[in-house]
């Protein structure tokens, strides 16, 4: 199954069913549209010393206080492991989500699976990859 690789807070808002767009500078290849394809938590995640460095204030806002404290302290993330899944569903321009990015390739997504397991300890590689389950 193919993969895609997505930075932390991102991917978790994404398995989660908060972030409904991926923003890319290329466009998603017309043969993954309509595909289900795994989000891997890369390895490294974004430095959140700041949430307004970020996040845009309506971003910000539309998180529970909860879900706010969690993403400051890092709290529940998982890196370089595979943490669910997610369809994709478009790509366009200039969508109106306040997730999307004006001026880049919004892939919208949906239909997110968090797994209950993340399967961890999983090397990435940039865009989309192999994956294989193993049979054990």
């Known amino acids: 199954m193919k993969a895609i690789p997505i930075n932390q807070p991102w991917a978790s808002l994404i398995v989660h069913g908060i972030k409904d767009i991926e923003n890319r500078t290329w466009p998603c290849p017309k043969k993954y549209i ?3 394809v795994l989000i ?3 390895a490294i995640p974004v430095e959140m010393i700041n949430p307004n460095s ?3 204030r309506q971003q910000w806002d539309s998180f529970s206080l909860g879900f ?3 993403i400051i302290c890092g709290e529940g993330y998982i890196n370089s492991a595979i943490i ?3 369809e994709i569903i478009d790509c366009v321009i200039n ?3 306040i997730w999307a990015e004006k001026g ?3 892939w919208l997504l949906a239909n997110p699976i968090l797994f209950k397991e993340p ?3 999983v090397r990435g590689k940039l865009s989309f990859w192999d994956y294989e389950f193993s049979s054990d």
């Open 34 to 36: 309509g595909q289900r």
């Open 40 to 42: 891997h938590s890369s």
């Open 54 to 56: 970020v996040f845009t």
């Open 68 to 70: 706010q404290r969690e």
């Open 84 to 86: 669910g899944s997610v």
């Open 95 to 97: 969508h109106p989500s």
């Open 104 to 106: 880049v390739y919004n």
């Open 119 to 121: 399967i961890e300890n």
